[in-house]
């Protein structure tokens, strides 16, 4: 396992790359404008008083042409970039670092509570969008907080498991992924690893959910913990 995670950003390659091809490919009206040229030439052939109207009349079908182009470049760029708005967030370790440890030294406002049905509560109260937080098997949630990942909101909520604090971050599976780590399989569910600063990092992807476990505890003991998470 790597003690640093650095995420290459293939997203904005792949969008440099299409939006390159989409530059370089012509929106291709030749044919039409052929078609109506010949028509208004044997118009114009036809009512020889009528040729400067007619010639007017062509430049105007032209530009309107060029427009048509100009707004079908525009509109599959727009498509492409709406499409990459919508990329899920990555939870990096080094983020999730810093939430763990802005609980050990208070530096973030938690809310006490006393289990995660209470916590849950809490935070639909701060987030109305929140996903739900899993209940522990056996370790009682102590506190509850709303924090911001990669730009993200997540759900965080605090425990103690062998003796050693343990913070678990919750987010939108549609909002946030876990980066690729240590692949484990562990009780039938999978779950990818990372160390980063001393601490282990246990994530998963499950039930419309992205579950990141974070504590000074090994990885043994960080996926007994998560596989046993029940989701409600």
């Not at 040729?51 to 727009?78: F, K, N, S």
């Amino acid at each position: 396992m790597s003690d640093e995670y650095t995420h290459a950003d293939p997203v904005d390659e792949a969008v440099r790359k299409r939006l390159a091809k989409l530059n370089q490919t012509p929106v291709d009206a030749s044919r039409l404008e052929a078609r109506l040229n010949a028509t208004l030439a044997a118009e114009m052939t036809v009512m020889p008083r009528q040729r400067p109207a007619i010639a007017g009349r062509i430049m105007v079908i032209r530009r309107a042409l060029a427009l048509a182009a100009m707004i079908a470049v525009i509109t599959g760029a727009t498509a492409i970039l709406l499409t990459v708005g919508q990329t899920p967030a990555i939870a990096s370790p080094n983020d999730l670092v810093r939430v763990h440890r802005s609980f050990l030294d208070r530096s973030h406002p938690n809310i006490h509570v006393e289990n995660a049905d209470q916590a849950n509560r809490v935070i639909v109260d701060l987030w109305p969008e929140a996903p739900k937080v899993p209940s522990p098997v056996a370790d009682p949630v102590s506190a509850c907080c709303v924090e911001m990942v990669n730009g993200t909101p997540v759900a965080c909520v605090h425990l103690e498991h062998q003796g050693k604090a343990v913070t678990m971050v919750v987010a939108n599976a549609s909002q946030m992924h876990c980066p690729p780590g240590k692949p484990v399989t562990y009780d039938g569910h999978a779950f990818q690893v990372h160390q980063s600063e001393g601490l282990t990092m246990v994530m998963t992807m499950r039930a419309d959910r992205c579950v990141c476990l974070v504590s000074e505890l090994d990885a043994e003991a960080l996926l007994e913990l998560a596989s046993q998470l029940r989701f409600d």
